[in-house]
């Protein structure tokens, strides 16, 4: 009884620790759990989790392999499985997982979530409502999947909507960096260039250590010149197009304004650079070092 | 001399070696208050770090009319922050030695068991032993673990403990003037906001990695007693810009077993050698880089009150990027 009640009290410094973000000092609580229990297949998994946030996925997918030799169906190990991939960029290996993760626990609505994220890197934004509405189902009142939702509604043109659901979802959080970088995503689509640059600015408040974020902080607050944001709606049109579209509409634009081709293409360049060094200084002043 | 006074002074001098020992209420756990005998003139360098502390901290206590006169308040606690391994711990003692209080230090073991599985009851009775053992300062290394942001929690006993924590700090300065609370983090960024109000922790002193001189001074005392060639470590100080006491540590730790691995080869006793020195050097980084990475992006992005204004200005004079 009391050596049970010892390895809940370490399960949970571990979990206290994982929430403090001390990862080294948890993976240690962590190797002292699997040296107590080496045949419990959680503390392994656990181990594997601890590396996933401490973005180490070698080691996570090495770990959660163990846990899944000593129980092939432990759900905390493929949920590292599918997060290790996914935050890796192996979106082949993340759908292989999924697969396998949805069918042994199919009520985890983080799962739609990564879903939805892949369907959007295939550039499927439907499939990537659908997947993102499934979230919801599971957990009507999470915020980042609204703000998700809110996204993704903003690709799909409907701007309102998504305007509505980003309400919706700082309704209930005000407190996460990366529900504040999804609805950044959303108002930029929907070209609100000053709720994009809010919720950026709310972001990087709350996690400036995050290099993503604060790139595009940095980029959002390049946008904020007008003159930039002008020269970038091409490049927004762009975007929408297929790769086929883009070749044909560069090369008639070549042949018909070649002069004004090339002076937007010197416009740009010369805006571009110029905004990006006021956006520096204003940052980080006269310095510039290599960072 | 009287006997009464040879007695006094026997009693005096055994009362300072005293250490004020006793068990938490489950019997488990030992808390251990102590009298330090280090001074600032035992902390190498850190002038300006010095001057802060005793400015805002040291001389109020010790002339409290003299601050009074300008509208200054004794009182308030100290936060240190800075890189790890680089005298946080060491300065608090020495806190504590110039004011001659006991010394009461809770670590982050200690803290854990408070978050898992004990309650908020274990901090009240530590600052209540603190009141008993008065004067008293109770260094909170780690701080950010007890103190950390309420709005990042998800339990709702750890938002309780952080509000015991607050709850302490304001009692110290109702009912008891002779307790003082300095903590210490390398995270300052995670703690609770309501922590840094007057009359919490409202003196917030960067603590830097040591300069050339210091760091001389550090590998000195490392190598103390250990068979040495004849070394010229003011190179080797040189050499180790912004390295922590720790990473000093290390690199004579380094040096050592190679002198071992020779002295095991030529089965005689072999000194450490500059050669050995500079190796090891080499092979170590400052682990201070990677706070001061952390530490640049929330002073350019998350400064709202300019606190972390001085880490900008260390590392635009040390030449950090």
């Avoid at chain 1, 890796?88 to 042994?104: D, F, G, P, V």
């Avoid at chain 1, 990564?114 to 999470?142: D, M, Q, W």
């Amino acid at each position: 009884m009391i050596y049970k009640e010892a390895i809940e009290l370490r399960y949970r410094k571990v979990q206290q620790l994982l929430e403090w973000k001390r990862y080294k000092e948890a993976i240690s609580e962590a190797h002292e759990l699997i040296r107590e229990e080496p045949e419990d297949a959680q503390a392994f998994a656990l181990l594997g989790l601890i590396h996933t946030h401490a973005e180490d996925y070698p080691q996570a997918l090495h770990w959660s392999a163990e846990a899944l030799k000593r129980e092939p169906e432990n759900e905390l190990a493929w949920f590292v499985r599918v997060n290790a991939y996914y935050d890796s960029s192996n979106y082949k290996l993340t759908a292989e997982a999924l697969q396998e993760a949805q069918r042994i626990d199919p009520y985890q609505p983080h799962y739609y979530f990564i879903a939805a994220n892949l369907s959007l890197k295939k550039g499927n934004f439907p499939e990537a409502k659908e997947h993102v509405e499934g979230a919801l189902e599971l957990s009507p009142e999470n915020p980042l999947y609204i703000a998700m939702l809110s996204y993704v509604e903003a690709l799909l043109g409907r701007n309102e909507t998504s305007r509505a659901l980003a309400r919706s979802s700082l309704r209930l959080e005000v407190e996460s960096q990366m529900n504040y970088l999804m609805l950044a995503w959303a108002a930029d689509r929907r070209g609100d260039h000053e709720d994009h640059l809010q919720m950026l600015k709310h972001a990087i408040h709350l996690d400036p250590d995050d290099k993503q974020i604060r790139e595009e902080y940095i980029a959002g607050l390049q946008k904020s010149y007008r003159l930039y944001r002008i020269l970038l709606a091409p490049f927004k049109l762009l975007k929408r197009m297929k790769p086929w579209q883009i070749l044909v509409t560069w090369m008639v634009a070549w042949l018909l304004f070649r002069p004004l081709v090339i002076v937007f293409l010197v416009l740009y360049i010369l805006i571009h650079w110029s905004t990006k060094l006021l956006v520096h200084v204003k940052l980080f002043g006269w310095s510039f070092k290599k960072r | 001399m009287s006997d009464q006074d040879d007695r006094d002074e026997l009693a005096g001098r055994r009362r300072n070696k005293l250490k004020v020992i006793h068990f938490d209420k489950n019997g488990k756990d030992l808390i251990e208050s102590e009298k330090p005998h280090e001074s600032f003139e035992d902390v190498a360098g850190l002038e300006e770090v010095k001057k802060k502390i005793r400015m805002n901290f040291i001389l109020p206590l010790k002339q409290p009319e003299l601050f009074a006169a300008y509208g200054r308040e004794a009182g308030g606690s100290l936060l240190l922050y800075g890189p790890p391994g680089c005298g946080k711990t060491f300065l608090a003692r020495a806190v504590a030695g110039e004011i001659e209080a006991n010394f009461l230090h809770i670590e982050l073991q200690a803290i854990l068991g408070m978050y898992v599985g004990q309650s908020e009851n274990n901090l009240h009775d530590l600052f209540e032993k603190a009141r008993e053992s008065k004067p008293c300062v109770i260094f909170i290394d780690e701080l950010d673990a007890l103190g950390g942001s309420r709005n990042q929690m998800r339990q709702h006993h750890d938002r309780m403990l952080v509000n015991q924590l607050l709850l302490e700090l304001d009692g110290l300065r109702t009912f008891n003037d002779q307790v003082f609370v300095i903590g210490a983090t390398n995270t300052p960024w995670y703690l609770d906001s309501a922590l840094r109000r007057p009359g919490r922790f409202n003196h917030l002193i960067f603590v830097p990695p040591p300069e050339e001189a210091e760091r001389e001074a550090i590998l000195k005392l490392k190598l103390a007693g250990k068979p040495l060639s004849s070394l010229e470590l003011s190179k080797i100080a040189r050499e180790t810009k912004h390295f922590s006491g720790a990473d000093l540590e290390q690199i004579v730790k380094d040096a050592v077993e190679a002198a071992m691995e020779r002295m095991l080869q030529s089965g005689e006793l072999e000194p450490i050698t500059q050669d050995d020195m500079k190796k090891s050097a080499k092979g170590r980084k400052a682990t201070t880089l990677d706070w001061f990475a952390t530490a640049k992006n929330y002073a350019t992005f998350s400064d709202v009150n300019g606190d972390y204004q001085n880490v900008l200005d260390y590392m635009k004079a040390t030449g950090l990027k």
